[in-house]
């Protein structure tokens, strides 16, 4: 906890705040009146803000009335849809899927992706996530945007088995090249669509590659009921069935959403071995009617991490983690029947050290603590909707919100200072995004990128 006595400064050092932390149990806590020293992008001590006053620094930050946290993580995500963000509202899945969304992406090219991943970045700097997994087509855009932005991603090129080999070489070719790039901030993942939309043979090679080159895989599974009681009809296995039997639960594997999971799929998932997550983003959930949610409890119980995630705009109309924090923690109250399920520092916990393990940076990211990664964002406390303060976890999860998000930095580098962002032109993205919309909402070619049939 002590900084170093170096004499060169420190790039960075925040002071007067409170502090987020995690004890040796992983337990959440709140350190009063502490400084962060920041060097090399690294967390080198949390100290008291008395013993940081007299240490060199290039860069100060009062923080006085704010709370420090380890930067939130949008563990599953497609950033480029924020382009289609209210485009097929209140529509069954099938519906949204076959008669919008996929005709629309059927239209979309690289600037259309990095425009949308431009305005996402920035939507979510400014809510304080300092990291997402994306998993979307035309992936070198959003790289590109990553790399500008100064965010963290885990980025995975989407294949469907309709697209033939192809698809599955463009994604090997995708994680291959771009790993470690933007300054180690990128890393990357196979990304197979979906068991109702990969095939076995794909699915299985997937696994052989991602053993192979050490590689995650990232994708869509037991998404909702109706997809668990289609396998189960048409192929007589649930869809985590379907993982087993091609190894890929033999690969470290993170799973979006996970509504349709049944009892037997959880002995399954406790036997895997690599490292096993699932993302959740419940308002998604609630939007499509679906009747169940990500069973977080039961997947805690076998050791499971469950992120907090968004999935894209075009279902969840936000990318807003903060949000998903708290909706996680009431739903599971609703789910379990039980008001102590999920507490705000289980909330908490979920949103920091489950999500970092869940998108691979359980060692790096997920907690201010010496020799973690410095993704950290402020939190301004002062409003009238967080005064008086009896339970802090309590304040962030229920009463806090992203808008109170002052200040974003990644590996030490400020992306949004006093709620500026300092790395995107946003009117500049919305301007050319909107010249292009007409364009790329079109339907009337009659082409979908793929069928929803589940």
Not at 46 to 54: G, L, S
Not at 432 to 438: F, I, N, Q, S
Request: charged residues 20%; contains cysteine.
């Amino acid at each position: 906890m002590t900084p170093s006595a170096a004499n060169d400064p420190a790039e960075l050092i925040i002071s007067a705040c409170t502090v987020l932390v995690h004890d040796d149990q992983e337990r959440i806590g709140f350190v009063q009146d502490a400084a962060i020293v920041v060097r090399g992008g690294i967390v080198e001590a949390v100290t008291t803000t008395a013993q940081a006053a007299h240490l060199p620094a290039a860069e100060r930050i009062d923080a006085a009335g704010q709370v420090a946290l380890p930067g939130l993580i949008n563990c599953h995500t497609h950033a480029p849809m924020v382009a289609l963000r209210g485009l097929a509202e209140d529509l069954p899945t099938e519906e949204w899927f076959n008669d919008v969304v996929w005709p629309v992406e059927s239209n979309l090219t690289a600037t259309d992706v990095e425009l949308g991943a431009r305005l996402a970045c920035a939507e979510m700097i400014r809510a304080g996530v300092t990291c997402f997994a994306d998993h979307y087509f035309a992936m070198d855009a959003v790289a590109r945007v990553v790399a500008e932005s100064g965010m963290r991603a885990l980025l995975g090129e989407a294949f469907f088995s309709s697209q033939g080999p192809e698809g599955r070489e463009r994604s090997l070719e995708f994680a291959l090249r771009h790993r470690g790039a933007a300054d180690g901030r990128i890393t990357t993942a196979l990304a197979p669509h979906a068991p109702y939309t990969v095939d076995d043979a794909d699915l299985a090679t997937t696994a052989e590659l991602a053993r192979t080159h050490g590689l995650p895989v990232h994708l869509h599974a037991a998404e909702n009921r109706d997809q668990t009681e289609t396998s189960l009809a048409r192929h007589g296995v649930t869809p985590i069935e379907v993982l087993e039997r091609t190894t890929l639960l033999h690969t470290d594997l993170l799973l979006a959403h996970g509504t349709g999971l049944v009892d037997s799929d959880l002995p399954l998932l406790e036997r895997a071995d690599g490292r096993t997550a699932v993302a959740t983003a419940p308002r998604g959930y609630l939007k499509f009617a679906w009747p169940d949610t990500t069973p977080v409890r039961a997947l805690r119980d076998i050791g499971i991490d469950v992120g907090l995630a968004t999935d894209g705009a075009a279902s969840n109309n936000s990318l807003d983690v903060w949000e998903s924090m708290a909706l996680t923690a009431l739903v599971q109250k609703s789910a379990e029947g039980d008001p102590r399920r999920l507490t705000s520092r289980q909330a908490l916990h979920h949103a920091t050290l489950q999500s970092a393990r869940a998108v691979g940076l359980g060692d790096s990211a997920g907690s201010i603590a010496p020799g973690r990664r410095a993704d950290i964002v402020l939190v301004d406390l002062t409003g009238p909707h967080t005064q008086p303060v009896h339970d802090l976890a309590a304040t962030l999860v229920h009463s806090a919100r992203s808008a109170d998000v002052r200040t974003t930095i990644v590996d030490g580098r400020i992306l949004m200072r006093d709620r500026e962002l300092l790395t995107i032109d946003v009117p500049a993205v919305v301007r050319e995004l909107g010249e292009r919309l007409p364009a790329l909402v079109d339907r009337s070619h009659g082409r979908r990128v793929q069928r929803y049939d589940t």
